[in-house]
């Protein structure tokens, strides 16, 4: 049996999960077209008191909420300062 201590996978992020909420744009509202990480940390807590819509986004919006709310930014960063493929 295995220990789940043992187990660091379980904390490190996902970099393919990452990288889609840094290519997701806002479908709608007053940041339409904007990247979800780069979204207002209080349009995100407007969200988060009102209700994350449902779905996909809604789960994209509440993490992008949790990454900001606990200053895990960082995260980003070695994948904002890769070189995007067709640039």
């Known amino acids: 049996m295995t220990d789940p201590a043992d187990s ?4 490190r992020p996902d970099p393919a999960e990452l990288l889609k909420l ?3 744009k ?7 077209g904007q990247a979800l990480i780069d979204l207002p940390e ?4 407007w969200f ?3 209700g994350f819509p449902p779905g ?3 789960r994209q919006l509440r993490t992008v909420y949790e990454i900001k ?3 895990l930014e960082y995260l980003f960063q ?4 890769r070189p995007r493929p067709g640039s």
Not at 78 to 81: G, M
């Open 69 to 71: 709310l606990n200053g």
């Open 26 to 32: 806002m479908p709608f509202g007053r940041y339409k």
């Open 42 to 45: 209080p349009y995100l807590v």
């Open 22 to 24: 840094m290519e997701t």
């Open 8 to 11: 660091s996978s379980a904390l």
């Open 56 to 58: 996909q986004l809604g």
């Open 48 to 50: 988060s008191s009102r």
């Open 78 to 81: 070695p994948l904002r300062s």
